[in-house]
């Protein structure tokens, strides 16, 4: 596996994704820069990839100093809100607004969620998401009685959960969000962070709208899962991949304290539950030992061969088709979103 030790000098390198028919959406003409890690601030990388999941050029590397995995160079941060804000829904859902399906999808997917989110709650807590796509799970938790919140910077998806669902949702950047500090007894965002170029101030914000006894709920795709192809794990809108201790070592340097942290049941999400920081005299570690080394031979052991040994590639497809069976016979009996969110309210309250 190549590797490249970058100096600091060396990160002012323009470098061009111009090729990445992505990146192309997402830059237009600008052209990125390779970046020192946002974690550590370290520029000693090991190359870890060259191509995204479709083939086309994405460069991935590995932190040597704390072993986070990221996306480097990458499109500016104007680039990113632009792609975030008009056209990230459409270029992976090819929808402006969210279809029905998607909505069901989503709810669906809320609904798995509870298993985790409810256990954090105490009745008619308030909850704020960020990155609430189409509202689903704030629609969901307004049903069970929480007093819900929401951010979405995508115009579309945001602007339906706010209009057609009634859901209290900003339809911004978290940045220029207008949350009262202090005000939220738990605050999630589901596969977000790892959208964002600056993962430490976003969840700095977001601690900042919590209570002091507050908690946040972090999930984000596993950077060691086992449970997808290896080619198909970089992905143009993840900057950053994560690992408990990177996930952990950003909400620390963010303010916070590590609560607990999990995994989905095939190993391909991880969850992260942080507190307000109680010690504030203890200073996060700038480096975490080892993990650089345990996180490359993850990468070198998860290989091809390996992956089609296991059960996962072969079952992988029939769970889908059987999903898409109940999906297509529960769609047929409704025709609008707030029905769809309504039956499945219906099934939370019943679990
Ligand atoms: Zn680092």
Known sequence: MPKKNLRRESCKKTLSHSHNPHFMSVTHHHTTELTPCELCQSSTFTILADKDRDGAPLQ?????????????????????????????????????????????RAGSVALDRLDYLIPLLKPGNSILDLGSGGGEMLFILRGLGYNVEGIEPNVGYGSAARDLLGLPVQVTHYSEAKVEP????VVTAFHVVEHLPHPIE?????????????????????????????????????????????????????????????????????????????DTTAAPAAIIPGHSQ????????????????????YIRPLEKAAKGLIEKTTLLKFDNAHDVLDHLVKKAKAI
Not at 230 to 254: D, E, M, N, V
């Open 182 to 185: 202090g005000s939220q007894d």
């Open 202 to 278: 976003a969840l700095a914000t977001m601690a900042s709208w919590m209570r002091d006894d507050g908690l946040m709920l972090i999930e984000v795709p596993h950077a060691l899962s086992r449970c997808q192809w290896p080619q198909s794990r970089y992905h143009i809108g993840h900057l950053h991949h994560f690992s408990s201790s990177t996930l952990t070592l950003a909400g620390q340097k963010a303010g916070l304290e590590h609560v607990d942290s999990f995994t989905s049941q095939d190993g391909g999400n991880l969850m992260v539950i942080f507190r307000k920081k109680r």
């Open 294 to 313: 345990r996180v490359l031979r993850h990468y070198q052991k998860h290989t091809n061969l390996r992956h089609a040994l296991t059960p996962l590639p």
């Open 60 to 104: 991935t590397v590995l932190c040597q100093d704390c072993g986070l995995v990221f996306t480097n160079p990458r499109p500016s941060d104007e680039a990113l809100r632009d792609f975030y804000r008009e056209s990230y829904r459409q270029e992976y859902k090819n929808a402006v607004k969210p279809k029905l399906k998607h909505v069901y």
